[in-house]
């Protein structure tokens, strides 16, 4: 085969790659994260929830495992139970990125912190971090 041809090749690969957006770049949260039970729970027991909530919110924390294989789709684990979604990148910018649910139209403002992220839980004020698996 011609190098010319090759190359060709090559970039057409390359630019139908980045037009399908599997370029790990363009979605910081591939792969899995799990619930960083420790850092969440400092941040229920800051909150306004009652104590009784409080208690019952500790023991689940810590269990939910999410894997995103770009940014377009997620998996949540918890007890055993996954149940998959459906996302679109609504933005990516800096250490924030913003996740829509097509179904229901509700965001998720994710904030990276290094190997975790945070994301605010909208009807209970509080927020669950998450830390990367791989």
């Not at 630019?15 to 229920?44: Q, Y």
């Not at 250490?95 to 945070?118: A, F, H, R």
Request: hydrophobic share 40%; charged share 20%; glycine share 6%.
């Amino acid at each position: 085969m011609p190098k010319h041809a090759l190359a060709a090749g090559l970039c057409l690969l390359a630019a139908n790659l980045f037009a399908a957006g599997v370029f790990a770049d363009d979605c910081p949260l591939v792969g899995t994260w799990k619930s960083d039970k420790g850092k969440t729970i400092a941040d229920v027991y800051r909150s306004k929830l009652p104590a009784t909530a409080k208690t019952a919110l500790t023991k689940m924390l810590g269990k939910m495992v999410v894997e995103y294989p770009d940014c377009t789709q997620a998996s949540y684990t918890f007890e055993g139970q996954t149940t998959t979604s459906q996302l679109e990148l609504v933005s990516y910018s800096g250490n924030t990125v913003i996740l829509k649910d097509p179904t229901n139209g509700e965001e998720s403002n994710i904030q990276l912190e290094g190997d975790c992220y945070s994301v605010v839980m909208a009807p209970l004020a509080i927020t669950e971090y998450f830390c990367r698996v791989n």
